[in-house]
């Protein structure tokens, strides 16, 4: 029997560690990160716009690993790192988004759970609607209203085609509402609505085949957006397919895909009645949104508009009366 072996510190095995230097969630502030506005959302890619230099090429970025999946959306303002060159085949990070001033958000409709950013830090809602081919449709434009004042939005109703129908009886139904109401025809220059949008963040909404994308044309005259023809059923045919900041003069205009339906899922009657202040304050104490809808005898006193409280009873019954699995009732 031989000898027993001796061991020393040579036969010790120890796996290498990953380090020594501590794990820390701690991330760097980029404090050199450029500031830029998001004007396009495209499969994981996000096209920026530096701030402060009109003439500086647009730039794609990626999301940096650090913000996870939080969505970054049109109308951001949003810090980018790398590189800014804007030239082919480079990429930059987005490592921060900013507090967002104003939100338009949507559901497809008034059961989907599910809501969807149209565009963020907008400072207007323009609500484009066609006198004619395809008809207007106040519920929709109700809706809208609703959306734009709970989302911080100031509203403009923006008539087309008055080429083809008188705008009185339409613009009548929100002569009370206080807010700007423009009218357009077509083959003319929207002169008016340029005035509105000028020094501003716009967010352009409607039904497909209203005209949006026309207007869009107008107003930015290199922007490549189709225009699409209305279907023989008076559906519009989509053309603009994701949201897309354009620069004006002092401002972007942002135009959206046309939609069918404008879910409010997300806003409760309560918030409904708090976007119109004059109203809220005539039912405050009523408990019950059916209370809210006989509030009729402020209105020959006087206290209240007639056309404002019938916005509001429009979108309140729409939203009480939607049954499950159905449209809004937008239409």
Request: proline share 8%; with cysteine; aromatic share 4%.
């Amino acid at each position: 029997m031989g000898k027993p072996r001796e061991y020393d510190e040579t036969d010790v095995r120890v796996r290498p560690g990953r380090g020594s230097r501590p794990r820390t969630k701690r991330r760097p502030d980029h404090a050199d990160a450029v500031e830029a506005m998001v004007t396009v959302v495209d499969r994981g890619r996000w096209t920026c716009a530096p701030a402060g230099d009109p003439d500086r090429p647009p730039v794609t970025a990626m999301r940096a690993r650090e913000l996870g999946r939080s969505p970054i959306v049109v109308g951001d303002r949003v810090g980018i790192v790398g590189d800014l060159s804007g030239a082919p085949d480079t990429l930059a990070r987005i490592v921060r988004v900013e507090e967002r001033r104003t939100l338009l958000r949507r559901t497809a409709d008034d059961t989907d759970p599910f809501e969807r950013i149209v565009v963020a830090n907008a400072d207007q809602l323009v609500i484009v609607t066609a006198l004619a081919d395809p008809e207007p449709r106040e519920g929709f434009v109700d809706r809208c209203l609703v959306a734009a004042y709970a989302g911080g939005l100031t509203p403009v109703l923006c008539l087309t085609k008055s080429d083809l129908a008188d705008p009185g009886p339409f613009a009548a139904l929100y002569a009370d509402l206080g807010l700007p109401i423009v009218v357009t025809r077509r083959g003319e220059f929207p002169t008016e609505l340029a005035a509105l949008l000028d020094g501003q963040v716009s967010a352009l909404v409607g039904h497909s085949g209203v005209g949006k994308s026309t207007l869009v044309n107008a107003l930015v005259p290199d922007a490549v957006q189709r225009t699409g023809v209305v279907s023989g059923v008076g559906k519009g045919r989509h053309t603009t397919v994701a949201a897309l900041a354009l620069p004006i003069e002092g401002g972007w205009v942002v135009d959206t895909p046309g939609v069918r339906s404008f879910g409010l899922a997300h806003v409760t009657p309560d918030a409904v009645i708090a976007a119109f202040e004059d109203l809220a304050a005539a039912v405050e104490e009523c408990p019950r949104v059916e209370r809210a809808l006989r509030v009729g005898g402020r209105v020959t006193d006087g206290v209240l508009q007639p056309g404002r409280l019938a916005a509001l009873r429009r979108v309140l019954v729409a939203l009480r009366a939607a049954p499950p699995g159905t449209p809004s009732a937008d239409r």
